[in-house]
């Protein structure tokens, strides 16, 4: 069993920044690909995110504000997000497989205001 714990969002004004963390616990002992994704209200789910312990692709809506960094002693990654806009707004999840399972966390609501 491997459980995921993001933190981090809240309400910000555009061009702010936010940090969001999610943590793995449980079964899991190494992270080899952790992916983040994000939905808001009305669209479709979007992968803003795919990382491993040695390259991080971008969705081109985020390239280049947001940043993927990790610590993995702690078993945590983290989704750095300046320059944030409204058009950002959504739901952050963290996403892991293992063991031929894949794993969600609950989320954490990232909102922008104009």
């Known amino acids: 069993q491997v459980q995921l714990v993001e933190s981090g969002g809240g309400l910000v004004q555009a061009g702010g920044s936010l940090r969001l963390s999610c943590v793995a616990s449980?079964?899991?002992?190494?992270?080899?690909?952790m992916d983040w994704y994000r939905q808001a209200p009305g669209k479709q789910r979007e992968l803003v995110a795919h990382n491993t312990d040695y390259v991080t692709n971008y969705a081109d809506s985020v390239r280049g504000r947001f940043t993927v960094s990790r610590d993995n002693a702690k078993r945590t990654v983290y989704l750095q997000m300046n320059n944030l806009k409204p058009e950002d707004t959504g739901v952050y999840s963290c996403?892991?497989?293992?063991?031929?399972?894949?794993?969600w966390g609950r989320g954490t609501q990232v909102t922008v205001s104009s």
């Open positions: 996403n892991v497989k293992h063991i031929g399972v894949t794993y």
């Open positions: 449980g079964s899991i002992f190494s992270i080899n690909v």
